[in-house]
């Protein structure tokens, strides 16, 4: 057994298991190994091979030999170097921060996605992993494209006569850069499909090529030349040359332009770490070899600066027979000067009429690299390893970020895109992804509109890279521990900031576009809310704000304009009292505190850890934003005296109790006195309480067997046969779909139970409810469970507010006529008047208090003979409820000191039934269940009859704490 990881195969044994004397350890047969048991041989690189090598190829890239020269030309020396420097600390900030993540646990394939998802959720994730598979998809094309354009330089230069494959104009040569374009990529998938390791291969010969290309190219300052390349600006190496390359020499640049030309072309950090599934190591790998691969190309990049410094003149002069255009055929033959073929600028603009020298600046091609070369030839083999290495990196990176992403299934349909081939996982499907995309762009053969906004992709991934760490670091998670030690949380926000600056220096347009994407992208997983459990920081930081709103909160004082509702519901299993429950998210919706308290009375209960979850999870998958809190008792009554106690944390606890009106209390005395006593227990914690009484009861956990998770990819319900059971088991492992059970004991073993619970990925979209033998449930029955649960009642909530409870039996129901359900309901308000004579002024008294309280109403009732005697028949039904009582439990002394209080009562249920019988909700305040005065069997007798046969009933007391208030 591993200790250093947990494999998710459920290998380590729980800890019911390990106390069970019977318990055996289970073999381990390896059967988890998918890799193992693929057919062939299994491709893995080292730091060098995997991640130095492939840096090398896309730093040095095709930068080097089209934007070098061109820096120093327009920068000179000093700021060339700044530039160069400035590019380079951007992308070692983001290579430090990007071996903190890499070094903090195991990283799997997808690379820059893999890491920025696992750091910062799957959010932030999910929209760079798209990003960035896009970006790499065109990316491909833009370096194909330059290389066929390359190609064709050099037929142009070194073959006499070429005048094309198609296209005889040299300027205008889209059609046979698409040709090579499109052969080139043919190529280069054929390359992919054929493996990692001749991938691999190639790539060495390209970087062999790469390597000579720039001895030559160093060999060649010290070569002597003809006068026809000291008139294109070669002198050798010279201090008066690099004297004139200290100043800059702008033309339509400024230093933050040219920082933005030549920073894509550091940009290739992530192209070993894109590989990360192909690496032994991933965790030694990337750091050492993205690390080193920055400090050599450093420097070289600044040594060639330097040598093109001291050897290159931004100025060319020479003999106009020599040339091959001409400037302007005004001037006198032997005054004539050539702007050279490869400069952009125009000729008359930049002719010097002193007849001496002719200034180009330029400086910014193969051409002017191949001038201060050897040979030439291998200047322009260079360019071509670089294109093709870039290329080539691109297309087998980008297939991987996008499986990566396919198997978080982050987006819709995409996880067609998951499945591996070969004993190397090779993503085929994205490879002709990637390849169709990339012929597109081939063809279209003009690319300069996205450039910007590819390099701005790339950039945004590394600022993330750089929050990543300083997120994780300031939430001071105990699971941030990365191996790599040599990091700053706040040299990664300098980072992120760099990162930010160099996105609007290239360009503020495509940066806001950019920003758009991540934002859209963003939002869409976000509201999409995949099963997507990685422990990132963005949950460390929820529970760091979470803990610290808490505290915010308990030091706050109290004031009645904050008041909410805490609801603390005593449901058993939520799920077999579903509409006191969604009675309750009524309540709260979202704004408030829920908590749904379970008392287990049965002896040795188990797995009570495993129902916090799973019964959490079912919360969750009905939309009711609130908490389970299980609690094992040897009575009920104490356990839910627990729960009073201990539910909540400072003053995020409730202050209101729910509770459903007990049904049984005539046939079970012993739980009404539980039921009494925990009533009086809340008021002894300062405690509101409601009690929710509706038709047909509370109570269906006898017409429930389970609840059926119907996903997007099954709709079926489960089978009984062995047949079926197997079928949906090897689909669960398939695609790790799990069910919640409303009975934790009817699986079958504990290690199903786990399974259960920790492998659910997918949102309940509908439920099933079925009895013990299988059938479903009435229509009738399946109408009362789900009577809370959103549709539209039109017609009143009556509020009967008999006393003065601090404002909690008008609040609840002002709260209710907010919520969907009851919009179109309106308020009439019910209360007690003194005399018959003084009705006009109670009714213009509540009007007036209501509207000082900002509740809308639609009328108010004042009630002024509740002292009225009781008629018979409602006696007589009260005398039938008390009959069905065990004798004496009622005493006649009992009876007779609330004589009054019955008789008020009597005409509270008979008013009740006169005003409300049609009514949608009923509010009632709840009678004040007096100590010593009134015996619990008499207590839920006044209750029945005033709550028999309504419409729901919710009988409500508050604290006498003021919870309503007419001052701002």
């Not at 970006?135 to 006499?160: H, K, R, T, W």
Request: glycine share 8%; hydrophobic share 40%; with cysteine.
């Amino acid at each position: 057994m591993s200790f250093g990881r947990n494999s998710g195969k459920g290998q380590r044994p729980t800890i019911e298991e390990l106390r069970d004397e019977e318990y055996s350890k289970p073999e381990q047969s390896g059967a988890g190994d998918v890799e193992g048991q693929k057919k062939g041989k299994v491709i893995k690189f080292g730091w060098i091979e995997g991640v130095y090598m492939r840096c090398l190829l896309n730093i040095w890239g095709v930068m080097l030999f089209l934007r070098l020269t061109w820096v120093i030309g327009q920068c000179g020396i000093v700021q060339g170097l700044l530039v160069m420097t400035t590019a380079n600390l951007v992308t070692l900030v983001t290579a430090i921060s990007m071996s903190a993540v890499a070094t903090n646990g195991q990283i799997k394939g997808g690379g820059i996605y893999f890491m920025i998802s696992r750091a910062l959720g799957p959010e932030f994730g999910g929209a760079i992993g798209l990003m960035f598979t896009l970006a790499n998809s065109i990316a491909v094309s833009m370096y194909i494209i330059g290389f066929a354009e390359s190609l064709l330089d050099m037929f142009q230069d070194y073959i006499p006569g070429w005048s094309g494959i198609v296209d005889a104009d040299f300027e205008n040569r889209l059609n046979d850069v698409r040709i090579i374009g499109v052969v080139t990529l043919v190529l280069i998938l054929v390359l992919a499909f054929v493996g990692m390791d001749w991938v691999t291969r190639v790539q060495k010969g390209l970087l062999l090529l790469l390597l000579c290309s720039q001895v030559d190219f160093l060999i060649g300052t010290f070569i002597p030349k003809s006068d026809l390349d000291h008139s294109k600006g070669f002198t050798g190496w010279s201090l008066e040359t690099v004297t004139k390359n200290v100043q800059p020499h702008y033309e339509e640049q400024s230093f933050f332009s040219v920082f933005a030309v030549f920073f894509p072309a550091v940009t290739g950090i992530v192209a070993g770490a894109n590989l990360s599934g192909d690496l032994k190591d991933p965790a030694t790998a990337i750091p050492k070899g993205t690390l080193l691969a920055i400090g050599t190309t450093y420097l070289t990049y600044i040594l060639y600066g330097v040598v093109v410094a001291f050897t290159y003149s931004p100025y060319g002069s020479g003999v106009a027979e020599e040339y091959s255009i001409w400037t302007n055929d005004s001037i006198p033959l032997e005054e004539k000067m050539l702007v050279p073929r490869w400069d952009d600028c125009s000729a008359d603009a930049t002719l010097l009429r002193n007849g001496t020298e002719c200034r180009f600046g330029t400086l910014n091609d193969q051409q002017t690299m191949a001038v201060i070369s050897f040979t030439g030839y291998l200047i322009y083999g260079g360019c071509f390893a670089a294109t093709l290495s870039s290329a080539i990196a691109s297309l087998v990176g980008a297939p991987r970020v996008l499986q990566a992403l396919a198997k978080d299934k982050l987006y819709p349909k995409i996880e067609f895109f998951a499945p591996g081939f070969g004993a190397n996982n090779d993503p085929i499907r994205g490879y002709i992804l990637v390849f169709l995309i990339s012929l597109g762009c081939v063809l279209i053969g003009e690319l300069n509109m996205v450039s910007s906004l590819l390099s701005n992709f790339f950039v945004a991934a590394y600022a993330l890279i750089n929050f990543s760490v300083f997120h994780a670091s300031i939430t001071k998670s105990p699971g941030w521990r990365p191996a790599f030690k040599y990091y700053s949380p706040w040299v990664s926000l300098l980072g992120t900031l760099l990162c930010v600056c160099v996105m609007f220096m290239m360009d503020w347009v495509t940066a806001l576009l950019t920003y758009v994407i991540v934002i859209v992208l963003y939002f869409f997983i976000y509201y999409r809310k995949p099963e997507a459990n990685w422990g990132s920081s963005a949950q460390a930081q929820v529970f760091v704000s979470a803990l610290k709103g808490v505290q915010s909160l308990t030091e706050t004082q109290d004031h009645v304009k904050n008041y909410r509702p805490k609801v603390l519901v005593l449901t058993g299993n939520p799920a077999h009292r579903p509409p006191l429950v969604d009675f309750a998210n009524l309540i709260t919706k979202k704004l408030s505190l829920l908590i749904c308290a379970h008392v287990i009375t049965e002896p040795g209960s188990k797995h009570l850890a495993l129902m916090r979850e799973s019964t959490q999870a079912w919360l969750n998958d009905h939309k009711i934003k609130g908490f389970y809190t299980v609690t094992e008792s040897g009575s009920w009554e104490e356990g839910a005296k627990a729960c009073l106690t201990l539910a909540g944390l400072g003053k995020l606890a409730p202050n209101l109790v729910l509770i459903g009106f007990k049904s049984d209390w005539m046939t079970n005395l012993e739980g009404l006195h539980q039921y009494f006593n925990v009533l009086h227990s809340a008021y002894d914690h300062a405690l509101s309480i409601g009690i929710l009484r509706v038709k047909n009861g509370l109570d269906f956990s006898e017409h429930i067997l389970a609840e059926e998770t119907v996903g997007d990819h099954s709709e079926e319900r489960r089978g009984s046969g062995d047949e079926e059971k197997e079928k949906e088991k090897k689909e669960d492992e398939e695609e790790g779909d799990g069910e919640d059970k409303d009975e934790i004991g009817e699986l079958q073993s504990k290690t199903e139970v786990v399974q259960a619970v920790r492998q659910r990925t997918r949102t309940i979209s509908r439920v099933t409810y079925e009895t013990h033998d299988g059938t479903p449930l009435d229509k009738t029955i399946i109408d009362s469970i789900q009577q809370f649960q959103g549709e539209k009642k039109k017609g009143f909530i009556d509020v009967w507010w008999l006393y003065d409870d601090g404002g909690l039996t008008l609040l609840i129901p002002y709260i209710l006529s907010t919520r969907k359900m009851y919009t179109d309901c309106s308020l009439r308000v019910f209360t007690l008047g003194n005399k018959k004579d003084d009705l006009d002024r109670d009714t213009r008294n509540m009007c007036t208090l209501l509207a000082k309280f900002r509740i809308d109403f639609s009328d108010v009732i004042v009630i002024p003979d509740v002292t009225k005697r009781a008629q018979d028949a409602t006696k007589e039904e009260l005398k039938q409820i008390l009959d069905k009582l065990p004798e004496d439990c009622i005493s006649e002394d009992d009876l007779l000191m609330n004589k009054e209080k019955t008789n008020r009562h009597l005409r509270l249920a008979e008013l009740l039934r006169e005003h409300s019988k049609e009514s949608q909700q009923i509010v009632m305040t709840l009678p004040m269940p007096r100590k010593g005065s009134v015996c619990p069997e008499l207590y839920m007798a006044w209750l029945e009859i005033m709550t028999r046969d309504l419409p729901p009933t919710l009988l409500i007391r508050g604290n006498q704490t003021s919870v309503l208030t007419f001052y701002s």
